[in-house]
């Protein structure tokens, strides 16, 4: 899964950014237009954990997050003026994500002096997204003008654009599986699940999500996440035995870091899959709602082409049961098609012909 972070300049993009990865990426400096900083983070996975106990494979693998941390142009943006905080450039690295974190600003900005404007912040936001998409969608219905035979296509696009010209984000219009299929390659970035983290400062830790955003979330069916990343930024610089007494001085419970996996994965509509043997013990990612056929191709192109059948297991039977051998016989093992949507905690074994 690669999640994008995004905002406005400034945010705080590049502080929550290391904040989740470790790493040590330049802030305050305005990262430079186009370039982005990627980071992976190893997902815990209890299961992975007692699975590989069993299995004893050579090797174990957690899922894995990327981060893309995506700068923002200098000079326009959050002023509410009209400038675009989104280039073609970053538009274009952001259309290549599965997800998409919004960095908000909660802190006054020492430079600039300004004080934070988290609803403004969200509304130009959504705006950015929902015409870029609306862009692309215009493009491409002129282009079908001259073409014949595009019915569906063109309906279906006009229905996106109806959705967009009445500010409603594409996540919110409901697609078949079919018509997902049919706009998948445009890389719609307001269908992108969407999660929101207000960045506060060091004294707000404590503070709930100030009411005007929580009423803003809650009208666009998103989730948010009130953290300092500054703080996130030297906790996890600390060693890990010198994070506890620092959370502690602080008054926190966890580091924000796992708070903010555990709420990506469900927020951002993502599970895992497991697989198992004697070589290799995993755990794949995926949307909720993938097909057995499509959670194939996570692993290879090949399983996904030739795909047979899935033969599936659930973790919880597995570790009741004990070993395959007894599902069989307790019936909790099952062959499943191609169309089979994949659960969270489903072992799979792939049977493909290529
Ligand atoms: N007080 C406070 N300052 C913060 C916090 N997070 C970030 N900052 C400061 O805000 C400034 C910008 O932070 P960055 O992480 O570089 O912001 P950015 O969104 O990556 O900026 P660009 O890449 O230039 O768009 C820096 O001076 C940070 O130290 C926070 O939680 N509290
Ligand atoms: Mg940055």
Known sequence: MKVGIAGFPRSGKTTVFNALTGQHAEV???????????????????????????????????????????????????????????????????????????????????????????VRDLTNFKSELLLADLVLIEKRLDRLKKETGKEYERALLERCKQALDEERPLRQLPLTTEEVAAIAGFGFLSRRPLMVVLNVGESQVHDPMPAAVEDWLRAEALEGLLLSGKIEMEIAGLEPEDRQAFLDDLGLQAAARDRFVTAAYRLLDQISFLTTGEDEVRAWTIRR??????????????????????????????????????????????????????????????????
Request: negative net charge.
């Open 289 to 354: 709602g993938t097909t057995a056929v499509k959670a194939a191709g996570k692993i290879h192109s090949d399983i996904e082409r030739g795909f047979i059948r899935a033969e599936v297991v659930h973790y919880e039977d597995f570790v009741r049961h004990g070993s395959e051998a007894k599902c069989r016989e307790a019936g909790k093992f099952r062959l499943e098609g191609k169309e089979y949507l994949v659960q969270d905690g489903d072992i799979i074994h792939f049977r493909f012909n290529v």
């Open 28 to 118: 305050g400096g305005f990262t430079e237009p186009g370039k982005v900083h990627l980071g992976v983070i190893k997902v815990p996975d209890p299961r992975v954990d007692r699975l590989s106990g069993i299995f004893n494979p050579r090797k174990t693998t957690y899922a894995e997050i990327i981060f893309a941390d995506f700068p923002a142009p200098h000079s326009t943006g959050a002023d509410g003026q009209g400038g675009s905080a989104l280039d073609t450039v970053t538009l274009t690295q952001m259309r290549e994500t599965d997800a998409l974190v919004q960095v908000v600003r909660g802190f006054a900005d020492e430079v600039t002096g300004e004080s934070p404007n988290p």
